[in-house]
T-cell receptor, first 117, second 114 residues
Framework: AQKITQTQPGMFVQEKEAVTLDCTYD???????LFWYKQPSSGEMIFLIYQGSYDEQNATEGRYSLNFQKARKSANLVISASQLGDSAMYFCAMHSNSGGSNYKLTFGKGTLLTVNP | NAGVTQTPKFRVLKTGQSMTLLCAQDMNHEYMYWYRQDPGMGLRLIHYSVGEGTTAKGEVPDGYNVSRLKKQNFLLGLESAAPSQTSVYFC?????????????FGPGTRLTVL
């Protein structure tokens, strides 16, 4: 069974500063994928970034980067130069690529990020 | 492209009533999913489908049924609603790929069961 743990229920950051949102995962599979989604107060789920377990480079998408430490089973999201519009709930999720089950996502409980002006 | 749409956006039911939530996607995706989101719980998978005519149970399937008669539609049914089913329901879809499998989400349906 897979498990995602997000230990920070809430985080605060000053505008223009960087922030790291923590995510640890547990799986016995060798092939898996890690995702981060953003959920603003309007409620929609917005895909941010993906990291495959065999990807050698950390994933980056604009101001988002994923600090992937496979041995520690962590996949932290780093947001650089925070903006007020980054205030939202952030979810870490994973799926396994083993046995053809790569379509089921397991989500963490989320971290509520507040960006202060 | 509309992406993933959900109908209705809001609904209030009384205990014991039934209803169907409709999810539609226009991206020709093979996989479709229903999740529920409760405060402090993240998203949990209710049921999913890997293709037209197929469905399977997820993490929290009790009290729900699903059908996928057409590739573009995935219906979630509540036969006898209970207050514990008060939640926000999200539908998602994804293409068939061997590894990277981003799920595209609908806007959600907020359901209240009194």
């Amino acid at each position: 069974a897979q498990k995602i743990t997000q230990t920070q229920p809430g985080m605060f950051v000053q505008e223009k500063e960087a922030v790291t949102l923590d995510c640890t995962y547990d799986t016995s599979d060798q092939s898996y994928g890690l995702f981060w989604y953003k959920q603003p107060s309007s409620g929609e789920m917005i895909f941010l970034i993906y990291q495959g377990s065999y990807d050698e480079q950390n994933a980056t998408e604009g101001r988002y980067s994923l600090n992937f430490q496979k041995a520690r089973k962590s996949a932290n999201l780093v947001i650089s130069a925070s903006q007020l519009g980054d205030s939202a709930m952030y979810f870490c999720a994973m799926h396994s690529n083993s046995g053809g089950s790569n379509y089921k996502l397991t989500f963490g409980k989320g971290t509520l990020l507040t960006v202060n002006p | 492209n509309a992406g993933v749409t959900q109908t209705p956006k809001f609904r209030v039911l009384k205990t014991g009533q039934s209803m169907t939530l409709l999810c539609a996607q226009d991206m020709n995706h093979e996989y479709m999913y229903w999740y529920r989101q409760d405060p402090g719980m993240g998203l949990r998978l209710i049921h999913y489908s890997v293709g037209e005519g197929t469905t399977a149970k997820g993490e929290v399937p009790d009290g729900y049924n699903v059908s996928r008669l057409k590739k573009q539609n995935f219906l979630l049914g509540l036969e006898s609603a209970a207050p514990s089913q008060t939640s926000v329901y999200f539908c998602a879809s994804s293409p068939w790929e061997s590894s990277y499998n981003e799920q595209f989400f609908g806007p959600g349906t907020r359901l209240t069961v009194l």
